[in-house]
Each structure stands twice: as structure tokens, then as C-alpha cells.
């Protein structure tokens, strides 16, 4: 059973910035897997806002080219989301999981971490 565990949400004014972090523990060769961060609001459906190939190919939903740089390490089984010049409109619960464009297998999602963005 893989378990993702996200953290380093908070509450940022606009233009601010946020490092997310998720790490994978459990049975998984976590270097295989291209990993994604998502995002929620009330409402809405979950959305895939990056992706990073397990070779390094990197994916953006236009709403965040340019301010979002997903990356990952490995060693640590871990993958990160750099956000700058924040938005209210990102405001969300962010998750991570394996890439739901592929064929992969998507583990059961994790609590999520709270991004706030706002005055």
C-alpha cells in the first residue's frame, strides 16, 4: 500500500510563494512513476496542474506556466511544487499521485495541504 503524505501549504498574500512537498512511502519504486500535483476547491473537480515524467518531462496547466516548477528527488521518494507570484485564484487543496494521464495505477490520495491565497 502506497501512502502519499503532502505538506507545506499555508496562508500567502498575493504575489507570495509556496513550497509543497509530497512524500511516497510503502511498496512502490517511486523512480518509475511520473508524478503529478493536483489541485481542489469546494465544488469543482480535482485537477492536475504538473506533471514530471520519471525522466524529467515536465507538464503545466496554462494557468500556472511560468510561476510553477514541479521537480523531484528520487533519493528521497519525494516530489515538490515551487509556486511564485501567487494568486487568489490558486487558492485550493493541493495533492500529489502518480500521473493520471498515463496508464499508471493512482494510489489512495493523501489529506492534502491547504493553499491560501489572499490579503
Known amino acids: 500500500q502506497v501512502q502519499l503524505v503532502e505538506s507545506g501549504g499555508g496562508l500567502v498574500q498575493p504575489g507570495g510563494s509556496l513550497r509543497l512537498s509530497c512524500v511516497a512511502s510503502?511498496?512502490?519504486?517511486?523512480?518509475?512513476?511520473?508524478m503529478g500535483w493536483y489541485r481542489q476547491v469546494p465544488g469543482k473537480q480535482r485537477e492536475l496542474v504538473a506533471a514530471?515524467?520519471?525522466?524529467?518531462?515536465?507538464n503545466y496547466v496554462d494557468s500556472v506556466k511560468g510561476r510553477f516548477t514541479i521537480s523531484r528527488d528520487n533519493a528521497k521518494n519525494t516530489v515538490y511544487l515551487q509556486m511564485n507570484s501567487l494568486k487568489s485564484e490558486d487558492t485550493a487543496v493541493y495533492y500529489c499521485?502518480?500521473?493520471?494521464?498515463?496508464?499508471?495505477?493512482?494510489?489512495?490520495w493523501g489529506q492534502g495541504t491547504q493553499v491560501t491565497v489572499s490579503s
Open positions: 510503502g511498496s512502490i519504486i517511486f523512480r518509475i512513476y511520473s
Open positions: 514530471i515524467g520519471s525522466g524529467g518531462s515536465l
Open positions: 499521485n502518480s500521473d493520471s494521464r498515463t496508464v499508471q495505477a493512482m494510489w489512495p
